[in-house]
């Protein structure tokens, strides 16, 4: 679902909702180390080919930075495309979580060690994402725009107002936004506050997952990102959804924020605990349960 996406980040402060947008890491593990799997469908989402913003140009960059980007590009989004469909994945929900992968519209979280899964097995779903307006961003953003999801620029630290509002719109039209809420730059696995506001402005509720990989390369990263080796096994699992009442005050936001916390703390665990089990009848493959 960050999240999971370009990058997206959120402030790591604590504030209110009115002057903190913090948005949207691979892992050893929650607690101790593992992976998920599985091959999806094809889905088209016309719109998701448009990125919500202008594109932030190629004046930006140097020429070796623009040939760099464009090398960067091409093999990320060819490594995602001829790796996803070897996974072997099945989705597992909480009581009360959402009942499908394409449920809109969500403000969804998840961490940024899982964006290699979820880019693949949300695509072409639309889903709009925070893109920060660092290099690393850029190229990120332009990976997941090929995978019908639509970048939104904007950071914790860069208009993030401009890109709240551009999420709410995208809400208000149907659309579900995803986090990544410990990104870009950590630090890993903790929530920040931009979710919950997010959530109390235009009435949708929470939902959160993570990815666990069984079999991955783990970056030497700030989140220790996961890249999938070739037919893992890999889990998603759904938290409960989290609504976020309109007349939330400041305070209640916090506690919100705290509860997200505890439910991406809880399916991390859950789902790294229970990779192994993919494709048993408890967890089969995604599609044939």
């Avoid at 930006?60 to 464009?70: D, E, K, M």
């Avoid at 009442?245 to 919100?256: H, I, Q």
């Amino acid at each position: 679902m960050s999240t999971l996406a370009p990058e997206i980040s959120f402030s790591n402060q604590k504030s209110t909702v009115n002057n903190s947008f913090p948005w949207l890491s691979p892992q050893p593990s929650c607690h101790p180390q593992s992976s998920y799997n599985i091959s999806v469908s094809e889905s088209s989402t016309p719109e998701a080919t448009t990125s919500a913003e202008a594109a932030s140009g190629p004046r930006r960059w140097t020429l070796r930075q623009r040939i760099v980007l464009s090398m960067i590009v091409w093999a990320g989004y060819w490594f995602i495309r001829l790796l996803g469909p070897t996974l072997r994945v099945s989705v597992s929900y909480e009581e009360g979580a959402q009942k499908t992968l394409d449920e809109r519209p969500r403000v969804a979280s998840f961490w940024h060690e899982c964006m290699i899964p979820a880019t693949y097995l949300w695509r072409d779903m639309g889903i709009r994402v925070m893109s920060s307006f660092s290099y690393d961003g850029e190229y990120m953003g332009r990976i997941i725009r090929r995978f019908g999801f639509v970048a939104v620029k904007g950071s914790s630290s860069r208009n993030p107002v401009r890109a709240l509002l551009g999420l709410r719109r995208s809400l208000d039209d149907g659309w579900t936004v995803a986090f990544t809420l410990d990104g870009p730059r950590g630090p890993r696995r903790q929530v920040k506050p931009g979710p919950a506001g997010l959530a109390r402005s235009s009435a949708q509720p929470m939902t959160a997952f993570h990815a666990a990989v069984e079999s991955a390369w783990v970056l030497r990263s700030w989140d220790r990102m996961r890249i999938p080796k070739p037919f893992s096994r890999v889990l998603v699992r759904f938290g409960k959804l989290i609504p976020v009442p309109a007349d939330a005050s400041d305070a209640d936001l916090e506690r919100y924020t705290a509860e997200l916390q505890s439910t991406l703390d809880r399916v991390c665990v859950f789902a790294e605990a229970n990779v192994s089990k993919v494709g048993t009848s408890e967890f089969p493959y995604y599609g044939e349960g």
